[in-house]
């Protein structure tokens, strides 16, 4: 009995009816029009007065009604009411405006379904409680029954004792009325107003590309902060072993770790603007690093860790790093720093450097080759450090967005890691 009358009169059933009521006032704007309209051919000038006609205008409406869903923005906005005052969840739901000619059918069903019954619930409503109210109160006033209400046999015998049971016979099935209503829209929300396969493209293609800005982001924070980390934190090691015997040495490790530093806010800046506004090249964002500007402050800064490193550079016959395209070059940037700092995280001796702009083996386009070798650490093992590091796997992830690859592992008693990236043809 109590889940019977919450659901007639509970929170959520009360909602609904609100909603219906609000769909009975937006039909009121096209069923002045259709009044209008069905006057005019009526010869009557105006539909009160008149059931028929004032039905026709209810019936010329929903047409309209059903055109004007399908534009604008009556998706999201049903959506919205629907999981405020329905208690429909939002996941069932679309997001933003209709994208098909099949959804906004769809959304054109709902909206003249909501509407049409609104408006006759709402009038229900307006109606029903006065004629309950005067039905009820039949028997105990007087001037009821005397009154030209139209009440008929009901305002004089015994006939006036039942009207009070009538009344209440009334507000209990407008109370049914609007549950059902109420459920129904419910029940149809998620159906009219669900997302389609459409829909559902559009938001995994916007997930995948939230997710790719998280990685890009991941990325960036990896072998910026990372790198710095570990730069910063072998300078430091090696000052501290040879703070009384070599005070040449910790001063230009000082400064190696203030340059680092220095550098790491800048590039911890650029990062950070990406999630503030989406841009790294704002004014005032710090650079980002390329090979052309900064591969010798890099290779300055590794070798002050300690750790030797030789390079070979050809850059081809454009005779400079500079003529890479920009986006080669930053990429580039990222990867030999991430081999210099998996070469202080865990090798053990001096680092070969080869940097060359090639041919490829058709020979119709030129591609930028990275190799990088140094003798493996204890850590290394006899397995490939390429299933644990998170920085090789964003470097083969910058490879790949460019249509290159990436290969880490053992080779001829060395750990090497070897990039390519595609230059097209017109790096020559």
């Known amino acids: 009995m109590r889940t019977a009358a919450s659901g007639l009169l509970g929170a959520r059933a009360r909602l609904r009816w609100v909603h219906l009521v609000l769909g009975g006032a937006l039909l009121m704007p096209y069923f002045l029009v259709a009044e209008v309209v069905v006057g005019v051919w009526s010869g009557r000038g ?31 906005l049903s959506a919205g009411a629907v ?45 029903v409680p006065p004629m309950a109210v005067v039905l009820i109160a039949l028997p105990f006033v007087s001037g009821l029954r005397t009154a030209e209400l139209g009440l008929g046999r009901f305002s004089t015998g015994a006939a006036q004792y039942v009207a009070p049971l009538l009344g209440i016979g009334l507000l209990g099935g407008l109370v049914l009325c609007a549950a059902v209503a109420g459920a129904l829209l419910a029940r149809m929300a998620p159906v009219l107003l669900g997302p389609t396969a459409t829909d559902r493209l559009a938001a995994a293609e916007e997930r995948a590309a939230d997710l790719a ?8 924070l990896h072998d910026a902060v990372g790198h710095a980390l570990s730069a910063v934190t072998l300078q430091a090691v090696a000052a501290r072993r040879v703070l009384d015997s070599d005070p040449g040495f910790v001063r230009e490790a000082l400064a190696a770790i203030e340059d680092t530093t220095r550098r790491t806010v800048g590039e911890l800046d650029a990062v950070l603007g990406l999630l503030r506004d989406g841009d790294p090249d704002r004014p005032g964002a710090a650079p980002a690093p390329t090979l052309a500007a900064d591969l010798d402050g890099l290779l300055a800064r590794t070798r002050a860790a300690g750790t030797a490193v030789t390079v070979h550079q050809d850059p081809g016959p454009a005779g400079s790093w500079e003529r890479l395209p920009a986006i080669a070059s930053r990429e580039a940037y990222r990867i030999v720093q991430e081999g210099l700092s998996n070469a202080l995280r865990h090798g053990t001796g001096p680092v070969e450097l080869w940097i060359a702009v ?21 850590a290394a093992g006899p397995q490939p450090r390429t299933t644990g590091g998170r920085g090789l796997r964003g470097a083969a992830e910058r490879a790949t967005l460019l249509g290159g690859r990436v290969e880490a592992g053992p080779h001829q008693g060395q750990w090497r890691l070897r990039a390519v990236l595609p230059l097209g043809a017109g790096s020559r």
């Open 46 to 76: 105006h539909v009160f007065g008149s059931a028929p006609l004032t039905f026709a205008s209810y019936g010329l409406s929903l047409p309209l009604v059903a055109a004007t869903a399908v534009f604008g923005p009556v998706r999201p």
């Open 83 to 127: 999981r405020a005052l329905c208690g429909v969840p939002g996941e069932r739901l679309a997001a933003g405006p209709a994208r098909s000619w099949a959804a906004r059918g769809r959304t054109s069903a709902w909206w003249t379904l909501h509407l049409g019954v609104g408006a006759a619930l709402s009038g229900m409503s307006l109606a």
């Open 213 to 220: 800005v998280r990685n890009r982001l991941a990325r960036e």
């Open 358 to 378: 090639r041919d490829t083996e058709s020979g119709t386009l030129r591609e930028l080759e990275i190799t990088m070798t140094n003798p493996p650490g204890p």
